[in-house]
């Protein structure tokens, strides 16, 4: 046995490759199942392989990048993560993205970096509001409480997920209203046009949620580039994976990149990275609050912050997946296509989920609203509502799914303000939100919304699978 490190490194990685595509054959993207020099994925047997909604999809690459890291053994955010943020920014076409440890924290970091009192005038105060959507994750609405601020909710519109942008000015408070933090649901950018705009013309922030849609374009252009600030989650149903970990993307002012890092950071001044010292030249040259001149740049502290950073082993992960990003987005695209063409036959008792701006659906493509705008989704999943009239309600599709092994999801936190703890809230601190209209898009998405699954792990086998239990299913009712 060699004794040279490089040599002992490269057998180690040499062996774990061989490891991955013995042990993970699973895992790999459906699209290359039986293509040349793929491994193939374990046959699947409908009724007995499950069909997850989402899921972890890599090869051989991201394991031998984990491994590698591993032998380094920095662990904490170092070069990986570098090089990973300075990947994500350029595909993305941002100015810079800083990691985190999920999308969740992305969000909150997000949302505190508006209190900075290092924006001035456009600094949030405790009490100012910010408009988002009723129906969604709650960890986009949490942050704004989490920060003292008002949320205030606008209902959704049921065919696209996203908000009812008609709402807006109605939600609009001068001098209260701040900021607009919505998501792009389920990987369907919301109407960015009338968004923008409005955040234009109000001087507001805008926070894109970009955690599901990551690919998506708006009239050519990605998603998560649009607002001040936008944020990513690469839990692993969603269009990459670190395992955990998110990101926030600065697009508007660098400034916003130094006071996200402080938020992430435990709210140092300090913009050295983990390992380095003095990059300012000026260490001990600080005078900053009531601190003494020269105290320990190190240990300044302008916010009240967290630590929410990753590990750098996620990041080498990281690099391998976001190579594959654009053959994921792809495969998103083909298998809600092919779902949305199979399940053409349920038109009478299901309304399946239109792109904005789209108007409808026929096997040529979309037909468009006359706004000349055009969204392309990255489908996060495939979106279903069950008709009041249909011979079988929401639940009991969702049971028949479950009782094949067909994974599924209702839309997260369905109507957010129907769950206990914005219930209580409401009963404790009246006042603490506001909301605008009677939100019965919102409770009708509560009520009738279902997803499956259009990930990049799914073979043609489980599509077809997954369209033929739901016909006969619709057959039998």
């Not at 042990?23 to 020099?37: D, F, I, L, V, W």
């Not at 269009?239 to 130094?258: M, P, Q, R, Y």
């Not at 990059?279 to 040259?285: A, L």
């Amino acid at each position: 046995m060699t004794s040279d490190p490089a040599t002992l490194r490269a057998e180690i990685l040499r062996l774990t490759a061989e490891f991955s595509r013995l042990t993970h054959a699973a895992n790999r993207p459906g699209y290359e199942n039986g293509g040349a020099g793929s491994s193939a994925k374990p046959a699947f047997v409908p009724g007995s392989t499950f069909v997850p909604y989402a899921g972890r999809v890599f090869t051989e690459d991201e394991v031998t990048a984990a491994v590698g890291s591993t032998l380094d053994f920095w662990l904490t955010l170092g070069k990986e993560g570098e090089a990973f943020e300075k990947s994500l920014a350029k595909f993305l076409g941002v100015k810079a993205s800083v990691l985190c440890n999920s999308g969740s924290s992305a969000n909150l970091l997000a949302a505190s970096a508006l209190s900075s009192p290092q924006l001035g005038k456009r600094r949030l105060l405790p009490g100012n509001e910010i408009i988002t959507v009723a129906a969604g994750f709650p960890t986009t609405v949490a942050p704004i409480f989490q920060n003292g601020f008002v949320p205030v909710f606008i209902d959704n519109d049921p065919a696209t997920l996203n908000g009812r942008v008609e709402q807006l000015e109605e939600a609009y408070q001068e001098g209260k209203t701040k900021a607009v933090f919505m998501a792009h649901t389920l990987g369907n950018p919301f109407d960015l046009a009338a968004v923008t705009e409005f955040c234009k013309k109000h001087q507001l922030w805008l926070i894109e949620d970009n955690c599901d849609a990551l690919g998506c374009t708006y009239d050519g252009r990605l998603t998560g580039s649009f607002g001040d600030l936008s944020t990513q989650s690469f839990y692993p149903p969603h269009h990459l994976t670190l395992g955990e970990g998110g990101a926030v993307n600065i697009v508007g002012s660098l400034k916003l990149k130094v006071v996200i890092e402080s938020f992430r950071d435990w709210g140092r001044d300090c913009w050295c990275a983990s390992g380095k010292d003095n990059t300012c030249g000026k260490r001990f040259d600080w005078q900053l609050g009531e601190l003494p001149k020269g105290y320990d740049h190190k240990y300044i502290y302008s916010h009240l912050g967290y630590n929410l950073k990753p590990l750098d082993i996620q990041a080498a992960i990281g690099r391998e997946q976001i190579k594959k990003l654009p053959d994921f987005v792809q495969a998103r695209k083909t298998n809600w296509e092919q779902l949305r063409r199979g399940l053409a036959p349920l038109e009478e008792h299901l309304e399946f989920m239109l792109p904005t701006h789209a108007t409808g659906w026929s096997p040529q493509g979309f037909a468009w609203d006359k706004s000349g705008h055009r969204s392309d989704c990255s489908w996060f999943g495939f979106m279903m509502l069950v008709k009041p009239t249909a011979p079988f309600s929401r639940t009991e599709l969702a049971r028949h799914l479950d009782a094949h092994k067909i994974g599924n999801r209702m839309l997260f936190g369905g109507n957010l303000l129907r769950q206990p703890a914005l219930v209580q809230l409401a009963s404790e601190r009246p006042g603490s939100f506001r909301v605008v209209g009677d939100l019965s898009g919102a409770d009708r998405i509560m009520k009738e919304a279902l997803f499956i699954g259009t990930y990049p792990g799914l073979t043609q086998a489980m599509l077809d699978y997954m369209i033929e239990t739901m016909l006969a299913f619709a057959k039998r009712r």
